[in-house]
Every structure is written in C-alpha cells, then in structure tokens.
Nanobody, 128 residues
Framework: QVQLVESGGGSVQAGGSLRLSCATS????????IGWFRQAPGKEREFVAV?????????????TYADSVKGRFTASSDNAKNTLYLQMTSLKPEDTAVYYC????????????????WGQGTQVTVSS
C-alpha cells in the first residue's frame, strides 16, 4: 500500500507561485529520506529538495535544496496528514518540469538513483 501521490501542479507566469503536495500512505512518510525531484523534457531527472533524518548523537531532520531552487522553494510537511509540500515562489521558466516526490525508507537520498519509491509526477509549467 505504499503510495506517493503528487498534486498541485499547473501553469503559472514567471514570478508566480505554486504549492505541490505529496500525499503518502503505507508508512512511507516516516522514511529516512523523502523529498522532490524534477525532470524536464530531454533532461535527466534532477534533485530538488530532500528531507533526511540524520541519526547521530541526536535525531535531527535536515532539508537540503538544489542550488537552483535554494531561497525560492521551501519543503515542509504535515505529520497529521502524512503529506509533504513544496512551496515554490519566484518561479522561472527553467523550473518547468514534471515534479516527483520520492522516498527511501533506509537510505539517504542524494541522486535520482537512490529513491526506492516514486510518485507519478505532476506537471509544472512556467511561462515567461
């Protein structure tokens, strides 16, 4: 019953905002690492933002962003709804892509090869 279901994509003008949602089920919300990738036509799937539980002396959740979106995108979550969000502001045409949520129960996600589970994707189109 593991599922990742994205929603919230659409078409906006440059400078606009969108909030993507990823509803999870099957316990995947509690994954070691969970977050977002995107893929534009003809391009490789690329890292956007991922939150990871770091296990050390203390347990801390750290979110890492791609340089291309840092300062514009914010990842968050609603524990009660087992849902994660990607708030995207100051959108640029180069942000146009299919956005996917992805998770790994045990691994730290750093590249598109790492996730064990993927959503179906949601299209984001930014017009100039």
């Amino acid at each position: 019953q593991v599922q990742l279901v994205e929603s919230g994509g659409g078409s906006v003008q440059a400078g606009g905002s969108l909030r993507l949602s990823c509803a999870t089920s099957g316990g995947i919300f509690n994954s070691r690492s969970i977050g977002w990738f995107r893929q534009a036509p003809g391009k490789e799937r690329e890292f956007v933002a991922v939150s990871t539980w770091n296990v050390g002396f203390t347990l801390a959740r750290v979110t890492t962003y791609a340089d291309s979106v840092k300062g514009r995108f914010t990842a968050s979550s609603d524990n009660a709804k087992n849902t994660l969000y990607l708030q995207m502001t100051s959108l640029k045409p180069e942000d146009t892509a299919v956005y996917y949520c992805a998770a790994s129960p045990s691994k730290v996600i750093r590249t598109a090869l790492d996730p064990d589970y993927w959503g179906q994707g949601t299209q984001v189109t930014v017009s100039s």
